[in-house]
């Protein structure tokens, strides 16, 4: 099948291929660094106090700053991840532990996989012709609603995954010892699992903090403090990005849009290194 | 209970929302490339074309290179290994707006004077044969070329995470007993690991693609938003996630169940390759007798 080759030909060959693997990276982490870098360069010069605490204003008034889609972004990732959790928890510890090989359970698994694949512009869709088109107003619920929908399957396959790496030893000695399945499960497995649990929610968390795409219509925008958190627009960091940098001309616009991005991005940033490290001094 | 009830529950509210549409167009909307509001007349073939041709774009520049980030990954030593692939892992955490934003204020410029004007004028490349219709009307910067080149980056993580594990998976022996007849790497990958992970890498490739097919930021970000049929690499277009973004919050009537129609269109294309990846990757640990 293979024709002869001359030795250099092939070893010529091999050595273009280590350099492209090379490039590739490089491609990849520059790609990054410079990514990095330029909201660094960006958005430090705009960053201060008044403009972490401040609440956005139209263009052309002064004091101007992100506090509110800050606190929003806060509020609804918070809101989301409570939502989320339980019933997420909930099914990954009947997916791994109560119904494993069940019919049920591979419909399940295959549901959230496709929830997982979803578009997220789709679940602000949804969550826009449910609760909006219903209630009759954008609301900060209704994005809390669609970051929860996007973390739901997350949280539900890291849970089923971060039990079955329990060894099958400890379920068995803690029912020998006459515990109930049930007592098994949050005492022993859960217990044992829970820095894997606690890696997912947290970077299901950093996930979510920076998704945009649901949030457009469904907590759209306003220039207010989040107090009709149930009944109106409310503001979130990303969806700020998006108004500041396409639908703006203004340059100083544009720097606050670079220093949210910064404190995003350090954000998502910083919980995904802190829980990695932690996660992987404790795996060993 | 709940993740089947939502999925079914997407599933019908899009329907619901998006018959008025279909009873409307019939199903010749998938492939009339009008939209106008003033005539309340919508069609969905610009949108999709722009959606295929954002994500093959973005599949060419990224299969390679995730490809080869994936080899190293796989060979290198423990020690390096671990922090590039920690990095690498980084390169999917970054929220897609920041993507987009870079691409807007760094890759779009760079594109308008650097990248387009070297290959259309430089290189010629406009006045060979067929360059019109290759490159489009372009030298904005703007275009499927920069969003091709943004998902690229954006979805090469994923990728090269799945080959990675598919790449692990080669038994040991086998890489071995080729490197002992005396293949270099390269051939090794070649006859080897690919022919052994190659459902797996198809998986990772289908991944790659749905991601790149709904992501919606980034691409609104540099693709130009101009509701056209693509005319070239360089040209602006839009893509079904982007129009969704775009216009969806002013719509109203028909226009919205219009663009609830082409939500439809996007979780069918979603859905289809969401149950091919799973295919080719249950079929990958099938062959290990390893079950899934």
Not at chain 1, 65 to 74: F, R, S, Y
Not at chain 1, 95 to 108: I, N, R
Request: proline share 5%; with cysteine; hydrophobic share 50%.
């Amino acid at each position: 099948m293979m024709t002869p080759r001359s030795l250099f030909f092939r070893k010529c060959i091999n050595h273009l291929l280590s350099l492209f693997t090379f490039f590739s990276i490089s491609v990849a982490l520059g790609g990054m660094g410079w990514i990095l870098y330029t909201v660094f360069v960006h958005g430090l010069p705009v960053l201060s106090w008044e403009f972490l605490t401040s609440p956005s204003k139209p263009y052309g008034e002064p004091g101007a700053g992100v506090g509110n889609a800050l606190l929003g972004t806060l509020l609804m990732t918070l809101g989301a991840t409570l939502l989320a959790v339980p019933p997420g928890l909930a099914g990954g510890v009947y997916l791994a532990e109560f119904g494993k090989h069940s019919s049920l359970a591979s419909v399940l698994r295959f549901c959230a996989n496709v929830l997982m694949g979803l578009p997220s512009i789709l679940v602000g869709l949804f969550v826009y012709a449910v609760l909006v088109t219903n209630t009759g107003h954008f609301s900060g619920l209704a994005g809390t609603i669609a970051l929860a929908v996007i973390m739901f399957p997350v949280i539900l396959r890291t849970t089923e995954d971060m039990l079955l790496m329990v060894p099958d030893a400890m379920r068995e000695s803690a029912l020998a010892l006459g515990m109930s399945r049930m007592r098994a499960t949050l005492c022993i497995v859960a217990r044992s699992a829970r820095n894997g649990l606690a890696t997912g929610i947290l970077l299901s968390l950093a996930r979510v903090s920076g998704e945009t795409a649901p949030l457009l219509f469904t907590a759209l925008f306003a220039d207010t403090w989040p107090g009709g958190f149930f009944t109106e627009p409310t503001a979130s960091a990303p969806v700020l990005i998006t108004e500041y940098t396409t639908n703006s001309p203004f340059e100083s616009m544009h720097a606050m849009g670079w220093g949210t991005a910064l404190v995003i991005a350090a954000f998502v940033l910083l919980v995904n290194i802190v829980t990695r490290c932690f996660f992987y001094e404790n795996r060993h | 209970m709940i993740a089947l009830l939502l999925t079914v529950g997407i599933f019908v509210q899009l329907s619901i929302h998006a018959a008025e549409a279909w009873q409307h167009f019939g199903i010749s909307f998938l492939w009339s490339s009008e939209w106008d509001p003033a005539i309340d007349s919508y069609g969905a073939l610009p949108h999709i074309q722009g959606s295929l041709m954002t994500t093959a774009l973005a599949l060419i520049v990224a299969i390679p290179l995730s490809f080869s980030v994936a080899l190293l990954l796989s060979e290198t030593p423990e020690w390096l290994n671990r922090p590039l692939s920690q990095c690498v892992d980084l390169l999917a955490a970054v929220p897609s707006v920041i993507y987009g934003m870079w691409g807007l204020f760094v890759l779009v410029p760079l594109m308008q004077d650097y990248v387009q004007p070297f290959l259309l004028e430089s290189l010629g490349l406009l006045y060979m044969p067929g360059g019109e219709w290759l490159f489009g009307e372009g030298g904005s910067g703007f275009g499927f070329m920069t969003a091709g080149v943004i998902l690229a980056l954006m979805i090469l993580p994923y990728m090269s995470a799945v080959m990675r594990d598919v790449f692990r998976m080669t038994p040991h022996m086998l890489k071995e007993s080729a490197y002992g007849l005396g293949s270099t790497r390269l051939e090794t990958t070649l006859y080897v690991v690919l022919r052994y992970g190659i459902r797996g890498i198809i998986g990772g490739i289908f991944i790659g693609m749905g991601r790149a097919l709904g992501e919606t930021m980034a691409v609104l970000f540099v693709i130009g938003n101009l509701m056209e049929s693509p005319a070239g690499l360089f040209s602006c277009g839009t893509t079904i996630a982007a129009t969704l973004a775009n216009n969806f919050a002013e719509a109203t009537g028909l226009q919205q169940s219009a663009l609830f129609a082409l939500g439809m269109v996007l979780m069918a294309m979603s859905f289809g390759i969401q149950l091919l990846t799973r295919y080719y990757l249950a079929r990958t640990c099938a062959s290990r007798g390893e079950n899934y």
